[in-house]
């Protein structure tokens, strides 16, 4: 029973270069999430989705974009990497039961 | 002003030690509450739910004062093995949403 699991786990990017990071979860979870972990603050939601077809904005959005086109598939895009957006990063689902985090991306800008 | 704020520690306590975390939130609203730890590196993982009633779950103990907008853990009988961060969580609004405050980080030492 995989879980949730993160795609890839490292990575290093040049500033402006694009790249996608990929969520999938195998435990038919209709809620899906990522988020974001910088040192001394908690994780801050980016985006999220509550079922297929569908995606919101949290509380730090901009910068990136998110597709779900899938279920069990939830997306995070950079179009133009940034130093600022060096972190680390939590995909999670939920719902109806529980909440499951994968294992984090570390993804680096420089 | 945060949403949910927590004094980040660190906290170093000899084994055995019992020690105390606080937590507040700011709004009202709020549905659930938790803790969560996360070791160096690694994902959130649930420890405990939050009552208004208190819970206890072996050396650990939370407490739940929505008057206040307070939320407590105590760990009795610190293990070494208790070292790591410890995260409060609020969940509330649409999609079941988690907000993160920043962690306390506890150091259990011989």
């Known amino acids: 029973n995989a879980g949730v699991t993160q795609t890839p786990k490292f990575r290093v990017l040049k500033t402006g270069q694009s790249m996608t990071l990929l969520c999938a979860q195998d435990?038919?979870?209709?809620?899906m999430y990522w988020y974001r972990q910088d040192p001394g603050m908690g994780l801050r939601l980016i985006h999220y989705?509550?079922?297929?077809?569908?995606?919101a904005k949290g509380e730090v959005p901009d910068g990136y974009n998110v597709s779900r086109l899938k279920k069990q598939n939830f997306l995070l895009g950079l179009e133009s990497a940034a130093p600022s957006q060096t972190s680390v990063y939590f995909c999670?689902?939920?719902?109806?039961?529980?909440?499951?985090f994968g294992s984090g991306t570390r993804l680096t800008v420089v | 002003r945060k949403e949910v704020e927590q004094d980040p520690g660190p906290f170093n306590v000899p084994e055995g030690a019992t020690v105390a975390f606080n937590c507040t939130y700011s709004?009202?609203?709020?549905?659930?509450f938790f803790w969560y730890r996360q070791d160096c590196r690694k994902e959130p993982k649930l420890l405990m739910s939050?009552?208004?009633s208190g819970n206890e779950d072996g050396r650990f103990t939370a407490q739940l004062n929505r008057a206040s907008q307070y939320i407590s853990l105590l760990i009795r009988d610190s293990k070494l093995s208790d070292s790591a961060t410890y995260l409060c969580?609020?969940?509330?609004?649409?999609?079941?949403?988690?907000?993160f405050g920043t962690g306390t980080q506890l150091k259990v030492e011989l």
């Open positions: 999670a689902s939920s719902y109806p039961y529980g909440y499951t």
């Open positions: 435990m038919n979870h209709e809620y």
């Open positions: 989705s509550v079922g297929e077809g569908t995606t």
């Open positions: 709004n009202s609203a709020s549905q659930s």
């Open positions: 939050v009552y208004s």
């Open positions: 969580v609020v969940k509330g609004g649409g999609g079941n949403k988690l907000t």
